[in-house]
């Protein structure tokens, strides 16, 4: 059976500081990863998947198969990426997706 | 498009009666999704159905959880006798076609609350 984990429920930076959030999965086949954002008051977005390997809003994210990891990561933070992280894996034929327990990033001015 | 559109966005139901939980999907897809969001969990996938049809009903509770999509109209989620334990959010995404790589689309989702 798939798992995501996202070990952080709560991430605070400052404005224009490096963010990470984690990400690690257990699949034994080769997964599909993405993340979707969740901003205040909004419906559940897709963000970025790792077959399209781009950047969406500066935020970037590489799969690990070794570390079994699928990060998020932008360089200098802003206020306006305050909001939900979901961390979401689709794995063999299946079309649902199994999703993390999602990280708040709140970042501060 | 509007996207995909759930309603009522808060439902408030007592422990016994039945919840109806609809989602329309965005114009021209025909693969919906149900998903649960427990308090401080992340969400759980529960039923995915096209057209007339449930494709993989793997994460519905065995009893008292329903889903449905009809040729016409939006899907139905029911719950038959709430209990507190079903209060949750509950999202629908919708995808165009049965290809693995399309993105699914939330709708905002649906509040129950068990009292």
């Known amino acids: 059976a798939q798992r995501v984990t996202q070990p952080e429920k709560l991430l605070s930076v400052f404005k224009g500081a490096p963010v990470e959030l984690k990400c690690n999965y257990s699949y034994s086949g080769s997964p599909e990863l993405f993340w979707y954002v969740q901003y205040s008051r909004q419906r559940l977005q897709l963000l970025l998947r790792h077959i399209s390997r781009e950047s969406i809003k500066g935020f970037t994210a590489d799969l690990n198969k070794g570390e079994t990891s699928f990060h998020l990561k932008k360089p200098f933070a802003q206020e306006e990426d305050s909001a939900m992280y979901y961390c979401?894996?689709?794995?063999?034929?299946?079309?649902?997706?199994?999703f993390g327990s999602g990280t708040q990033l709140t970042v501060l001015p | 498009n509007a996207g995909v559109m759930q309603n009522p966005r808060h439902l408030v139901r007592r422990r016994g009666q039945e919840a109806r939980l609809r989602c329309s999907p965005m114009k021209g897809h025909s693969h919906v999704y149900w998903y649960r969001q427990l308090p401080e969990e992340g969400l759980k996938f529960m039923v995915y159905l096209q057209k007339e049809n449930i494709i993989d009903e793997s994460g519905m509770p065995k009893e008292r959880f329903s889903a449905e999509f009809p040729k016409e109209g939006p899907s139905i989620l029911r719950i038959q006798q709430v209990v507190r334990g079903d209060s949750a959010a509950y999202f629908c995404?919708?995808?165009?076609?049965?290809?693995?790589?399309?993105?699914?689309?939330f709708g905002q989702g649906t509040r129950l609350t068990v009292v």
């Open positions: 979401a894996l689709r794995s063999g034929s299946a079309r649902q997706l199994t």
């Open positions: 995404a919708s995808s165009p076609q049965g290809a693995k790589n399309t993105e699914a689309f």
